[in-house]
């Protein structure tokens, strides 16, 4: 028993890439993950299977709704084991300057260099037809848009509501818009309401059936750049585009003296500056924005 406990303890030591070799299968730790780390983590999973071929690849404590259907991954569970892809502290982390990206951060973790810069979901037909069918009913250019995220920066990455009602009534008559996000967020006047009425992978499939989607930093931009769907991004002081840098991604950014910050092992605070990077981007910046991506963008054919 000891023998093997210790042989445990040396083959820790060797090098990752020489364990997965030999194991053929690498289990990956996001503890607690939202819906936007989940799908980062898919990415890791992809570059690992890219680089090693039939291994297996096992992820613990993640949003396991987001995995289903991916090739790339054999198992998801509960346990709190595996290589700890978090990127918030460790050796591998956010810095005030970022050079890298989130998924070349985590990839870095495991061993893994110059990683592909997208995330993965595998929808059904089901949920795309879903989603076609219903887009089918309403006028396009169609806009989706999410308001809120998760609350690990205490609300500092939030767009006043006040801002959203102008541009929605400001373009209401030439845009459609569908609001996603879960049932306790703040309905907009002059949008779809679909607050809490499907699941996030149906929120995922509309988005990809829409036009444009715009949003703050969440789980849906994340989403929008995992079906390729065109978004604007507002970018305020908590961090910063470079750490995402998707392709079909284009950021609006307010830059100040303060920001970005974002915080590694801290309790965040709410913003003793009362969110006023947020309150810099102006609705005009962001029409402004939709008028440089083009009319191409807004008016792409949907498959």
């Known amino acids: 028993m000891r023998m093997r406990k210790l042989f445990r303890i040396l083959f820790a030591l060797l090098p990752l890439s020489f364990q997965i070799l030999v194991k053929k299968k690498i289990t990956l730790l996001y503890d607690m993950a ?9 990415a890791v999973a992809r570059e690992l299977k890219k680089k090693y071929g039939e291994i297996e690849i096992i992820i613990n404590r993640a949003k396991s709704e987001l995995l289903e259907n991916n090739p790339n991954i054999d198992k998801v569970g509960q346990r709190y084991y595996g290589i700890d892809l978090n990127y918030h502290y460790g050796k591998y982390t956010i810095k005030k300057n970022p050079g890298n990206t989130l998924i070349q951060i985590m990839c870095k973790k495991v061993g893994v260099d110059n990683p592909k810069n997208m995330v993965d979901i595998y929808l059904t037909k089901e949920e795309i037809q879903y989603a076609t069918m219903y887009t089918k009913k309403i006028n396009r250019p169609i ?10 920066d205490n609300s500092r990455k939030l767009w006043p509501i006040t801002y959203w009602e102008k541009i929605v ?3 209401r008559n030439d845009y459609t818009f569908i609001q996603l996000g879960n049932s306790s967020e703040i309905p907009i006047r002059g949008s779809i309401n679909f607050l809490g009425k499907q699941n996030i992978r149906l929120s995922i499939a509309l988005i990809k059936k829409a036009d444009l989607h715009l949003g703050i930093v969440s789980s849906l931009m994340h989403g929008a750049a995992a079906v390729g769907t065109p978004a604007i991004i507002l970018f ?5 585009f470079a750490l995402h840098q998707y392709e079909n991604m284009y950021p609006v950014e307010s830059h100040i003296e303060c920001s970005p910050c974002i915080k590694v092992d801290e309790k965040m605070q709410q913003c003793p500056f009362n969110n006023r990077c947020m309150f810099e981007i102006t609705p005009e910046m962001v029409i402004d924005k939709m008028s440089v991506i083009g009319y191409n963008v807004l008016k792409r054919k949907v498959l």
Do not use: A, K, M, P
């Open 143 to 152: 806009i989706t848009f999410h308001t809120t995220s998760n609350n690990f």
């Open 169 to 171: 009534h400001i373009l």
């Open 34 to 42: 939202g819906y936007g780390d989940t799908l980062l983590v898919s």
């Open 236 to 240: 305020g002081g908590f961090e910063r």
